[in-house]
């Protein structure tokens, strides 16, 4: 689909307010931001994607902020504008974790922030579950075993610098497989403080417990569940390389 983009003037009225003030907003709040996002020379929007806010489409929505389209010059951004009813009072945080990740190679770059917005890399792709419904044919074994290899790597460097993503066990929000590269991405419940997990909860998400899993077997034939559970064990007690590519050989990746 052709992508079309708006002046972000426009969004002060209906129905692109309910976008820049989701869920709802005053005309101040809007004005305010419109001029955020001039700051960070954000001159337009596209209204695109898998997900709406009443009719209008989207890239994401979450418990922090939605996500659209932007451009910042000539270049296509991912846009994060935090909802007024957020209980975060700004999106520095948000930044920092991205920032974090950025430094081991995970995650969209972080291109600027403001108070109520995070410019990112955009990832043109699919979310994780519904490009696995795509797959069929020759190769798509292989394919898919790429990309989970990709995203176990992306965990493993996480679980090294001590950042627990926090949402790995619903990945079909949290994985994005991208034209240009596949990794993680939504890291506004992630802490440096809690133990991480991200190695051991994505295998359990991809190979044990999900609707994942289910379409996964029907493409490649995956271990045997009680062989994971074990290996997963000793990865979690200690989390070193060479447990890391015993999982990673059990797992046949």
């Known amino acids: 689909m052709k992508e079309s983009f708006i002046s972000i003037k426009k969004f002060s009225a209906k129905p692109y307010s309910s976008i820049l003030g989701y869920p709802r907003s005053t005309k101040r709040q809007l004005k305010s931001r419109i001029s955020e996002l001039e700051k960070l020379k954000i001159r337009s929007i596209s209204l695109k994607g898998p997900t709406t806010v009443g009719k209008l489409e989207i890239l994401g929505k979450g418990y922090v902020g939605i996500v659209v389209l932007g451009k910042k010059g000539n270049k296509k951004v991912a846009v994060k ?23 081991v190679k995970v995650g969209p770059k972080l ?24 797959l069929g044919g020759v190769g798509s ?24 993503h926090g949402e790995l066990s619903s990945i079909s929000k949290h994985v994005i497989v991208g034209k240009s590269k596949s990794t993680l991405i ?31 077997k029907r493409i490649y034939k995956i271990p045997d569940k009680g062989k ?9 007690k200690e989390q070193t390389r060479e447990n890391f590519e015993e999982l990673l050989k059990i797992l046949k990746v």
């Open 81 to 103: 504008i935090r909802r007024i009813d957020s209980q975060r009072n700004d999106m520095k945080n948000e930044a920092r974790l991205l920032q974090i990740v950025n430094s």
């Open 111 to 134: 291109i600027d922030f403001s108070k109520n917005f995070v410019i990112m890399e955009y990832l043109e792709g699919e979310k994780i579950g519904k490009w696995i419904e795509t």
């Open 141 to 164: 074994a292989k394919k898919l075993k790429s990309v989970i290899k990709i995203i176990l790597e992306d965990c493993y460097r996480l679980d090294q610098i001590g950042f627990d």
């Open 228 to 236: 994971i559970i074990d290996v997963l064990r000793i990865y979690k």
């Open 186 to 216: 939504d890291f506004e419940s992630s802490s440096t403080i809690r133990r991480p997990s991200n190695v051991t909860s994505i295998t359990q998400a991809i190979f044990i417990g999900s609707g994942i899993s289910k379409k996964i």
